[in-house]
């Protein structure tokens, strides 16, 4: 029969730990406390402590940001697990000099540090640009849907908000006859505090809506129309992703193409994105003013974002401003050769969920010399716009008579939302206005069309995908953990340090800490 060693669980050692030794050169933590201690100058949180006189001694904000950064860099957010990391992990007990700061204190900086933060961000970008990280020849903007500690149930129009009001309202007294009817009976004693436990709860409910109606007012967009407002998290928006719907901020980016070092970040309660290229632009000028760059540098750089930030504002302001860029539209693929099928996946896609294919223009015949349209299941449409003009284009407008589009059996493939929408219009453009002049959109139709323009564009995606990868999938950041723009943007810029201190640690030269 086969023998093996001994062993037992039940057993203690005492390892010896030299904490200088579990920083190693070549790692993030290494490369994190160099630039901390030798490199940033944190004299600006000196102002938000008075105690020099009396008064206990306060956490250095060097330790806290060693821990609070090297808690992001391995997916770690929530305050409470980075206590419990200076604890438990012996790399973080090295960077917190086996200090175990309360989780209060570690929230409290991330929460209340906003301009020093923001001081801190172009500081790393000082240093980024010393060590020849940053090329400026080339910019890539892009965002990130995440939600906040904030939840959407609480959303809505001052009209729904007052509907909610009316129905917890109408709980509360139903709750309180059944408990006054509890009480007749003499029932025991947990039913009825439980009871008194939810009232109180839902009273409290009442009184925060009540509030937030009595101090906020109506919520418009920038083009005038209501928009939802959050209880909980007002300067959040409620706004669709892939993963559905969300409440919480566009985290937006703009990145360098060299080495993929963010230029400039900011949280925004925006879900439509078209809004945020100014913005993001302004703003990354202003960290490059102050690298020391001129007041034209953008001038002589190239800019790239997405079909999510087309506009014609967006495209005029680019232009007037005498900025090389290349924002692509909803219909650039379409437009290339080489994404000619790329729709067929989608129309697959709808159909193995049960979602037929909505008709498009081109299902509907169009005679153009009897200036005649049919729509898919036969009927005549009539015409109701000869010379309609969208955009500079001239086209011929359809409609489908109101008795014939509400009794359609086909109203769920002709209609995106059959049970808004009363009827289907339909136009069939012939060709530019002669009067019209050429949209800035159109402008910029033609410049991402051409090679050269599809050659930059490419590069978008090399430069500012895989830093929202990075960030998401590798940082574990798939939502932000408080409320309120200026602390939402504060963790947000925490994580995008932690980003460029990764580059620094990549292609920066061997650091070493001399003396």
Known sequence: MARYKDYSYDQQKLLPVRYSEQILPGTFEYTLGYVIDHELDLSVFDARYRNDEG??????????????????????????????????????????????????????????????????FREVLTYCDALGLIGKELFAIDG??????????????????????????????????????????ETDAPPRERAEESIERLRANVRRIKEFLATHDENRGPKGTIRQSNVTDPESAKMKTSHGVIQGYTAVAAVDGKHQVIMHAQAHGEGQEHGLLVPTVEGLRENLNALGE????????????????????????????GIDAYIADTQFRKRDPRFKEADRYKVRAREDHGTPRLFRPADFTYDETERTCTCPAGKRLYKNGANVTIGGLVGMKFTAPLSACLSCGLRDQCLKHPEKTRVR???????????????????????????????????????????????????????????????????????????????????????????
């Open 55 to 120: 008064g206990a001694p306060a956490y250095d904000p060097r330790l806290l940001l060693k821990i609070i950064l090297f808690a992001y860099s391995r997916g770690v957010v929530s305050s409470r697990r980075i206590e419990s990391l200076c604890r438990e992990n012996v790399v973080m007990m090295a960077l917190s000099a086996d200090t175990q700061p309360h989780w209060t204190t570690i929230s409290e900086l991330i929460s209340s540090s906003h301009e020093e933060v923001v001081m801190l």
């Open 425 to 515: 219009q339909v136009v069939f453009f012939n060709g530019r206005s002669a009067t019209a002049p050429e949209t800035f959109t159109h402008k910029m139709k033609r410049k991402i069309d051409s090679l050269t323009g599809k050659r930059i564009y490419q590069r978008r995606l090399a430069t500012v995908e895989p830093v929202f990868a990075n960030i998401r999938a590798a940082k574990g950041l798939d939502r932000f953990t408080l409320r309120g723009k200026t602390k939402v943007n504060s963790q947000w810029l925490l994580y995008c340090l932690v980003h460029n201190l990764g580059k620094i640690q990549r292609y920066g030269p061997a650091l070493a800490v001399s003396g």
């Open 144 to 185: 990130l849907k995440l939600p906040s500690n904030a939840a959407k149930e609480w959303s809505g129009k001052r009209a729904d908000l007052k509907k909610k009001q009316r129905k917890l309202e109408q709980t509360v007294r139903t709750m309180l006859v059944a408990h006054r009817a509890r009480d007749a009976a």
């Open 294 to 321: 001129p007041a034209d540098v953008l001038t002589k750089a190239t800019l790239t974002a997405d079909a999510g930030y087309a506009s014609e504002a967006n495209m005029r302001y680019v232009f007037d401003a």
